[in-house]
């Protein structure tokens, strides 16, 4: 077999969400070993789980640094390869340029960071080093989201005019950090989540999404970012009005006080000629509109869907795959592209462009609803 | 029985669409006699219309004035006593102030009128002559909506907090209006449509939706509106922000071209303990988020719908009604109102006020998409 | 315009269901004049229906003999042309018979009898007469089973290989018929409903939908007829296997024990290239696949649908109509058939064809029930 | 950690497409060691694929026989605990006793075998030799099938009267076993796949699934089993009706002609108080009627939903898990199981009885057919 991608993980300990989301997707594809880590603050944090995990209690490390530091002295055949950064957003930019100056490539989650400066920095030093950083921007790796590229990007729904775009949840319709539910605690403060609530937690996918299956930037923007809970910190709900460089607008809400949504992300799209729609709750139906105006849904993995969703896929077609599958679609992109080798998944999983792009957004919705005025989102190093 | 009411039409000749739509309405629960009409500004027209509609060829009238006029004289017991206005918007303030002040009651279509002072017009005239002033916005009468006002209005979904209403249509994608397509030809025609397209066409049955099924105001507003298709003279795509007087906020979209899209008004309102959502393309389904977080679907003429809504349906469960039974629900309560009996339907039917506020809401989006700034929505004489 | 057919009904008097549906169907599009009637057994009901519906009360007839002996006897100008029949099982082929050989047209509810000697000697006497006789099988004049139909007819699917359709109710769960409900109360009485319930009441919509939709006869089947409410004395759910003439075997189920369910009249048939699925709780929609597999949502009134449909609405697309349009349809037609005009809404409106199959299905049902054993369904005189 | 349970695998080589599936649930919750495999007949495939998944070439083995006997000599502490048996039908019997005499816990696909015989012989020795048999009835394990399981067998929908259950495939419309495919190659092969096709592929799957879910027994059944493809060897189409211990009575159809559909394996059940429905290829939704008679979405990983099914999720509420994890739980659970300890997932997995349960609905079905009458599901040795 191509040999398994030996990797450390940075935060994820017991209690968290994301980290054993992002080791289940390691495994999924078997492409990677799962040889070191630094699961948390807590040293015992990090040693139970790394005991469960089934990790050389000598590769369990205190800290980040510490692991940083001492796999570079393995022997390249021992040492890891990759780091996988799934701690709070203040959390990604120290570990992520540490570990890519040492020379290990990156997997992160989202949002990037919590500030363009260390965003700059992270592409900087990204392109310096040459190494690999990928971004866990989930969603863009579902089969029916790259169906739905393929059709957008090759003119199939023609010029596309509008696009809305929304995340809903309600699991913060009430002040959960209270109660110190680990997930809401630090999502919800500015120390650890960085200057935007439900705007980077989720907000962020939803922008990441729209600019990934039209294959164009949202170029500015006006934006109300709401706090509809009571001593809440950050913002729960978000507004935003957008143009694209290529004429479209559209609407783009985010919100985690929309009383029993789940995990609401969907997308509609229409053209001159046709039209799409995904939700992520259902992600294996795509639903196409073509020239004769009637709606088409498309399923994963069947003979109407096109090769760039076949090859997302691991089971035949009415065998729903979901959101572990598509994470781990990322995971098997990482894996070929730190091989070295082209991606058999030939997927342009999102990396430190995208990363950017997030934090451009952030910024701009910040700034519109400071000052009350479309803003643009500027491409530059603003 | 209690008698028809005679009723008299203006517009709606061979061609139209809403006229027929009307029709369809009064005959529906046997309430109306329509014994009299001007069809169109052809004689022609109004005399063929008025053949195939079995009226007596007397009372087929040239122009709505001598309708009028001429129905005046009428014994009391013969004349109309009602008129119905399915003109285009430009066409509506005229016969129905002539209509009230000549002593009879008046059920139009919506949008009111083409400006302010037509609207404070026509509400001065209806409260100085007592009589009944009925406006078409018939989703108001659908009985899931009632529904959804109970639940609403009674707390059930606890302080509403967010609100999403669109009216998404695709068939202006194109420009229609240079094929001759009656419908398409005045509605982008400013001397006719008045100074907006799309948003006074299904943005105001947006508008009325929300502040009906919420029982609140929306206070203020942030526009967009856009015009897609070259050369078209008014908006065929809105975005609204807005916030509403109890605290709520949220987006309106109304557009046209939305390819695919056939007539897709649905709104979502979520609360601090639980949500609604209405789509009516599937007007029998109500779907209902209590505060367990899940959702559950309500339907029509079901033991788990109240009173209300099952004052508003013919048939039992699972026999779908539509968009004609709810016109003719605006129209059975209207004879109800005429005849001078509380309502068996028990509908507060859209009115004046209603018409008034759409109006207000148009002018408020005309100020803020020129403006570029929120702009309340007066409740005054502005 | 058409004059307005003269008819006059038998049952439906206040209190009923399905004569209040037949008189909206009438009024719908202004093809009728309800001037006569004998609405039930009870002259003082008879008395009050008609004087609530505006008929002359010197033609509310005491009796149905009545009625057409007298209607008989008024100028040919001013008399009946037609007679609605919606009473009872048992009591449609009496009028019915009586009404033809007088020389009135028939439109008559489902099934058409409760008996083979009933419907032999119907089918002979309308064959005699020459008289239009319509049976009510609503379902069949729905828009997206019309373009069903000429999908299938037109081989857009190939040859058919299966059909599943049912008919699925839960208002029979418990038993209602003693408290005395007026529908629950004849459907479950052998003497006025016949030899089945569930079967008569809504199997044999379901086995019309499908030999309509198919253009094919259902010739032998396997039946199991039950009754799960203790007491009740006729079958409340069957469980029908049946093979086709073509080839094509499936499974018809009719239940009204099926808790929570509506009125769930849902079909699906597959071919050798294609499939199609309708569900008349959501009637605008017809799920169609193609040749590529994908499923591909067909709605009322658009332009993907055929011609054949799009005769049969009244509204544009996205303007939901339901169970009563459909209705209004098989009186439309049958009005344009009385005036001796080629319909034009093109409708093969069922008739006692349609009716003598109905009762060959329930006969052939009752043998195979009772004999545990396949049984053909005759073509003939059986 | 628990230690991970070594595991060897019979089958599942380059090619096939259910070892795959196997895999992946063994890899995802990190259970398991694959250590072992003979995955093919053809020792070349074996050494590939145990390249690709780098076990040692060791302990690739050329036949199943001699992997059982190596492995039985190797250190308890090396060699494996448990085997994996995905090979066809015919192919189950065989290895899966040797492996159970030879001391191994196995889990093996379904069907369990290709008789009664080998049935019988495989839950003898399985009850002789005390070791854990786990047959991968998936579906049993989706975590929204635990609810609904939950809620019949404690009674919140009364006593179960109906039970309508499907698993429709189109896969098999056309003869794809001459085009070489491999699936539909073994699949229509006597040989290989046993005295049934789609009954024993897919029927015994919804067989299962109504017995788990109800917690009943199907008594008795009257059976067609049909082959459309003309030239297959074996059912292609099948149409049940059953009785269950308990009254209840129902439908199983399984079909793989139905053209288009993809792998629709569909539960409705109605009970006295309430109803119940499960699609599997929206996995995360269960469709409740409760007493009040209207649908309640329940999702998985929700508050709505119960502890049951919480245990058997990976995620929150609305990152949908599909069929990869349903199979990933019975892994998990069978893991738990060898190691001797309550799961922690708590499933009760299909089993040895599951699997001989299969065989005499098969062998009953099958009677059926050949002679046209009803017959008893035995629970015996029959």
Redesign the interface.
């Known amino acids: 077999?191509s040999h398994?991608v030996r990797i450390g993980m940075v935060g994820g300990g017991q209690g968290a969400?994301i980290g054993?989301?992002h080791?289940?997707a390691l495994?999924?594809?078997?492409q990677f070993a799962l040889v070191a880590g630094c699961f948390g603050r807590d040293p015992e944090n990090t040693r139970k789980t790394g005991?469960?995990?089934?990790i050389d209690p000598a590769r369990c490390y205190d800290t980040w640094e510490q692991m940083i530091d001492q796999e570079s002295r393995l022997p390249v055949a021992d040492r890891i390869e990759a780091v996988s950064i799934v701690t709070p957003n203040h959390m990604h930019h120290r570990p992520a340029t540490a570990a890519l100056k040492a020379g290990f490539h990156v997997i992160c989650d989202k949002p990037l960071c919590i500030s363009m400066e260390e965003a700059l920095d992270l592409q900087k030093i990204t392109n310096e080093t040459g190494k690999t950083f990928a971004l866990t921007h989930n969603y863009s790796a579902s089969p029916m989201v790259r169906e739905a590229r393929e059709r957008v990007t090759s003119g199939k729904?023609?010029t596309v005019?509008?696009v809305?775009v929304?995340y809903l949840?309600?699991?913060l319709?009430e002040k959960l950090e209270e109660s110190g539910q680990k997930q809401a605690d630090w999502r919800t403060d500015p120390t650890r989540s960085g200057p935007v609530g439900a705007l980077g937690d989720i907000g962020t996918h939803a922008h990441q999404l729209l600019e990934f299956i039209t294959g164009d930037r949202l170029t500015s923007l006006?934006a109300?970012l709401?706090t509809?809970v009571e001593g809440r910190a950050l913002d729960d709900?978000d507004?935003i009005?957008f143009k694209m460089s290529e004429g479209a607008?559209?609407?783009l809400?985010s919100?985690q006080?929309?009383?029993?949504?789940?995990?609401?992300l969907k997308i509609r799209i229409?053209?001159?000629?046709?039209?799409l729609e995904w939700d992520?709750?259902?992600?294996?139906d795509l639903k196409v509109?073509e020239e004769?105006?009637?709606?088409?849904?498309?399923?994963t993995a069947?003979?109407?869907a096109g090769e760039a969703s076949a090859s997302l896929t691991?089971?035949?077609?009415?065998?729903?795959?979901?959101?572990?599958?598509a994470f781990a679609n990322i995971y098997h992109a990482f894996a070929n592209q730190v091989r070295g080798k082209n991606s058999s998944l030939e997927l342009p999983f999102p990396g430190i462009e995208d990363g950017l792009r997030g934090i451009q957004f952030i910024n701009a919705a910040l700034e519109s609803n400071k000052e009350?005025?479309?803003v643009d989102v500027s491409e530059g190093d603003n």
Chains 1, 2, 3, 4 share one sequence.
């Open positions: 077999m398994r969400f054993a989301v080791r289940i495994r999924m594809d078997d005991e469960e995990l089934g729904i023609g005019r509008k809305y929304e949840q309600g699991w319709s006006y109300i709401d509809f709900d507004m009005l607008t559209g609407t809400c919100s006080v929309c009383y029993g949504r789940e995990n609401g229409f053209g001159t000629r046709g039209a992520q709750e259902h992600p294996n509109t004769d105006g009637a709606v088409k849904i498309i399923r069947t003979s109407a691991r089971t035949p077609a009415g065998h729903p795959e979901g959101y572990l599958e009350n005025c479309w």
